[in-house]
């Protein structure tokens, strides 16, 4: 019998297209506590730390909708190699978003 864990079965959703996602490029912004939870309230765009942490949360817990609103294309092709992600949340997007795999 196959043991069930609990990574294994986290869905993750991702957006139709990298084109879609037209969130903020710049400036200091405040997500939804129920999308991002820290450790600060806001994130500055200009501090490589808050995006990595932001867009990790974004990524990995984020709708479809959600990712579209807050994620900026630019910015994450220039953040995805230094997220920290599941091996499948990375594999999902990489798959469906082959420009990532290259980075």
Do not use: H
Not at 36 to 64: C, K, N
């Amino acid at each position: 019998m196959e043991k069930l864990v609990y990574a294994n079965a986290i869905e993750y959703e991702i957006p139709a297209s990298l084109s879609d996602l037209a969130g903020p490029d710049s400036g200091v912004i405040d997500l939804p506590r129920t999308l991002y939870w820290g450790p600060e309230e806001t994130v500055d765009l200009g501090d490589s730390v808050d995006v990595q942490r932001m867009y990790q949360a974004v990524v990995r817990t984020g709708t479809a909708a959600e990712q579209t609103e807050w994620l900026n294309r630019d910015i994450l092709i220039a953040a995805w190699p230094n997220l920290v992600l599941p091996t499948r949340c990375i594999d999902l997007w990489e798959s469906s978003f082959p420009e990532l795999a290259k980075l």
